[in-house]
């Protein structure tokens, strides 16, 4: 656990609400209501099934959408709504996003060395030529790629190389806040482990924050400080890793925790995981309020529902 | 006539890509009796899809079959033509893919697709099928059934498109359904309802399942058996109890240590595999895994290890369970 007492945090959303307007009687609510926060040298763990807003809560974030209503504060600066060209600048620079799909992300007919670079150009972040190739390979080292690395093309590296050119590209900016959108979800379990491990000694090593998006339970338990369950765009519950883990209060917390297959047969053969469905549970989460069950354990009901859940 | 519902032995197969002969299958054997589920586990390029494939004919160009024999349910598939696999496929065995978006036809409803099935394979007449295809769905555990035949693939969530799927390859009753990564591309606690489903239409049906999947908690609850594969090759079979209790390959070993665990509770590190999985084009002489093992010997460099069995069904194929031997021998 880290210490945050004096810190002020990196990053602050609150009552973060972003609706799409699909026709003129029908709106989708994507986020409903959201606070939350992230100090230096942290990571937030955002999990939810799909279409739970977590994505679009990374996006309002780095200012992909306007947000319908609520605040978000980085740095200790506003960046809700309209800011000016010189803020937005320095926003571009200090915080940076890590895709799902490297492939997909990452430009195809670009050498990795140029897709690195193109921050830097763009910023004007070095002297001379030998500068800029100083940095490349500076960032490659620190991501374990080798040197030669450089002159390749997107498709040349398998998998979990092209997320880990995702993650240099992100870092070379020297970023205060990361924020990673499923950016393991598409690898292989063994891959998965090592981009996670090295997100972490890269975090230790630059103190960056990390607002990691992710829907597999499992691998946000390693690498989150504190995590956030959203559902249907409710920030349902929030705490530190272990209070999530050892002790879920909300149902669909429960149900998501007891959903993930254990890779031991014994244990596995006597899981039974919890079925949760909004419409027949009863619970309203327009109505919810936060209740502090613990330290920084946050749970959002009503307080018949909270009585409810405890009982279990 | 075998007493083994799929029997493959030997299986060699290469893809013909225009940089070079991609060797996807070095000497494949395995075999699955019927009801029984057989887990195949590897990394993305490790080959188990297409063991899966070329069991229904689906490796065609540049895939070939360079050796080896593979039966099926008393076919022998090397000697089938184009039009007995028609017969075969969906009827006798089915296959669910991955990402059920892309793998039903977004212009068609989903009973035209789930009547397309029996009408290629079964006599029953017209009204005959439209039950059958509602008894599907019921069967899948999908409500409304007769609204849902009427409704397209993008009016169904994930899970839905999935259970869709299964009802499309259980139309007609198959011996064997394979399931390539069923559950990749959905949530957790969909995942669950999936798996849940198909143990469940399993035991009332009596199929063999081959599941393919990178995710070992997937497989703990369901297989007897699992094989696990590495760079085209088997390198361990066993129960699933063996696999999981006493792995002997150090692959299999890495592959249980990567995985995140639910039941610790400090922030620990995770064990990666480290390196890049083995580029197929230029395979490497000895052991495929040699170049990522913690364990590599002189000797895993130099040949491919034999196999090794442990007792009748778990076997491996890596020098680290002859090491004893090995330094014994070098000794004198």
Same mark, same amino acid.
């Given at each position: 656990?880290?210490n945050?007492?004096n810190?002020?945090?990196?990053l602050e959303v609150q ?13 989708v @609510? ?5 606070s939350?926060?992230?100090y !230096? ?12 807003g977590?994505s679009?809560?990374g996006r309002?974030v780095i ?6 209503d609520?605040k ?10 309209k800011?000016?060209k ?6 571009r ?22 897709i ?9 972040m070095?002297?001379n030529?030998?500068?800029? @190739?100083?940095?490349i ?9 080798a040197?030669e690395?450089?002159?390749?093309y997107p ?6 190389q092209r ?14 806040l990361?924020i990673?959108?499923e950016?393991?979800s ?9 981009v996670?491990?090295?997100?972490k000694?890269?975090?230790?090593e630059?103190g960056?924050?990390?607002l990691?998006?992710a ?6 338990k390693?690498?989150s ?11 349902l519950?929030t705490g ?6 050892s002790?879920?209060?909300h149902?669909?917390?429960?149900s998501?925790?007891s959903?993930?297959p254990? !890779?031991?047969p014994?244990v596995?053969?006597t ?15 327009? @109505? ?7 330290g920084s354990?946050y749970?959002?009901?009503?307080d018949?529902e909270l009585?409810r859940?405890l @009982?279990? | 006539?075998?007493?083994?519902l799929?029997?493959i032995?030997?299986?060699r ?5 225009p940089?070079?002969?991609?060797k996807a299958?070095?000497d ?5 009796k019927e009801?029984e589920v057989l887990?195949i586990?590897g990394?993305s ?9 070329s ?10 079959? &360079?050796?080896?024999?593979l039966?099926f349910?008393g076919?022998?598939i ?7 696999m028609?017969?075969?496929?969906g009827n ?14 977004p212009v068609y409803?989903i009973?035209?697709?789930i009547?397309e099935?029996?009408?290629l394979?079964?006599?029953k ?7 059958r295809a509602?008894? &599907?769905?019921?069967?899948?555990g999908?409500?409304e059934?007769?609204?849902r ?7 169904l ?6 259970r869709?799927?299964?009802a499309?390859a ?5 011996? &064997?359904l394979i399931?390539d990564?069923p559950?990749?591309?959905?949530d ?8 849940? &489903?198909m143990?469940?239409l ?11 999947t ?13 094989a696990?594969?590495?760079a ?16 002997k ?5 890495g592959?249980?240590?990567s ?12 064990i990666p595999?480290?390196g ?10 000895g052991?495929?895994?040699?170049s ?6 002189r000797?895993?460099l ?11 069904v778990?076997y ?9 031997e090995l330094e014994?021998g070098?000794k004198?």
């Amino acid at each position: 656990m880290k210490n945050h007492e004096n810190a002020s945090p990196v990053l602050e959303v609150q009552g973060l609400k972003q609706y799409f307007r699909v026709s003129r009687t029908y709106t989708v @609510k994507a986020v409903e209501d959201v606070s939350f926060k992230i100090y !230096p040298g942290e990571t937030y763990g955002l999990v939810g099934e799909s279409g739970s807003g977590k994505s679009t809560i990374g996006r309002s974030v780095i200012r992909l959408y306007e947000p319908t209503d609520g605040k978000i504060t980085f740095a200790g600066k506003d960046i809700s709504g309209k800011i000016s060209k010189a803020d937005n600048k320095t926003l571009r620079t200090q915080m940076q996003m890590i895709f799902q799909d490297p492939m997909a992300s990452l430009n195809p007919r670009k050498k990795v060395e140029d897709i690195l670079g193109e921050g830097l150009d763009i910023h004007h972040m070095y002297a001379n030529r030998a500068e800029r @190739k100083a940095k490349i390979q500076a960032i490659l080292a620190k991501v374990g790629l080798a040197p030669e690395h450089a002159a390749r093309y997107p498709h040349q590296f398998s998998g979990g190389q092209r997320q880990r050119v995702g993650i240099a590209r992100a870092m070379i900016m020297n970023p205060k806040l990361i924020i990673a959108d499923e950016c393991i979800s598409a690898l292989d379990v063994s891959i998965q482990a090592q981009v996670v491990n090295l997100m972490k000694d890269i975090q230790e090593e630059t103190g960056s924050a990390y607002l990691f998006i992710a829907h597999d339970l499992s691998m946000v338990k390693y690498i989150s400080d504190r995590i956030g369950v959203l559902h249907l765009g409710h920030l349902l519950e929030t705490g530190t890793t272990e209070e999530i883990f050892s002790n879920p209060i909300h149902p669909y917390t429960r149900s998501l925790l007891s959903a993930i297959p254990s !890779p031991n047969p014994i244990v596995e053969k006597t899981r039974i995981s919890e079925n949760y469905d909004y419409r027949t549970s009863g619970l309203d989460y327009t @109505k919810g309020t936060d209740h502090l069950i613990s330290g920084s354990h946050y749970v959002k009901c009503t307080d018949e529902e909270l009585e409810r859940f405890l @009982k279990h | 006539m075998s007493e083994f519902l799929v029997n493959i032995e030997h299986e060699r197969l290469s893809f013909f890509t225009p940089v070079g002969e991609v060797k996807a299958l070095n000497d494949v054997s395995f075999h699955i009796k019927e009801g029984e589920v057989l887990g195949i586990v590897g990394e993305s390029g490790s080959g188990k899809s297409v063991t899966a494939y070329s069991l229904m004919g689906l490796t065609a160009y540049p895939g070939k079959l &360079l050796g080896g024999t593979l039966d099926f349910n008393g076919h022998r598939i090397n000697d089938m033509t184009e039009k007995e696999m028609q017969k075969m496929r969906g009827n006798e065995v089915s296959i669910i893919f991955q990402d059920p978006m892309t793998s039903l036809n977004p212009v068609y409803t989903i009973g035209n697709q789930i009547r397309e099935v029996l009408k290629l394979h079964t006599n029953k007449t017209k009204k005959e099928i439209q039950e059958r295809a509602v008894e &599907l769905l019921e069967l899948v555990g999908i409500n409304e059934p007769k609204k849902r035949l009427k409704q397209y693939p993008h009016e169904l969530s994930g899970g839905m498109r999935q259970r869709v799927m299964i009802a499309i390859a259980l139309a007609c009753e198959p011996k &064997l359904l394979i399931a390539d990564e069923p559950t990749t591309a959905l949530d957790v606690t969909i995942q669950a309802q999936i798996l849940e &489903l198909m143990m469940e239409l399993k035991d009332k049906l009596g199929m063999a399942i081959m599941m393919i999947t990178h995710d070992l908690g997937v497989v703990a609850s369901m297989c007897d058996h699992i094989a696990v594969m590495y760079a085209g090759n088997i390198v361990e079979y066993g129960t699933t109890d063996d696999i999981f209790y006493r792995p002997k390959h150090e692959y299999t070993k890495g592959l249980i240590r990567s995985i995140p665990r639910m039941d610790t509770t400090e922030h620990e590190r995770l064990i990666p595999i480290e390196g890049t999985p083995v580029d197929l084009l230029n395979p490497p002489k000895g052991c495929p895994f040699a170049s990522r093992c913690d364990n590599c010997m002189r000797i895993c460099l130099r040949e491919k290890a034999p196999v090794i069995h442990f007792d009748d069904v778990h076997y491996s194929t890596c020098w680290m369970n002859q090491k004893a031997e090995l330094e014994g021998g070098t000794k004198q």
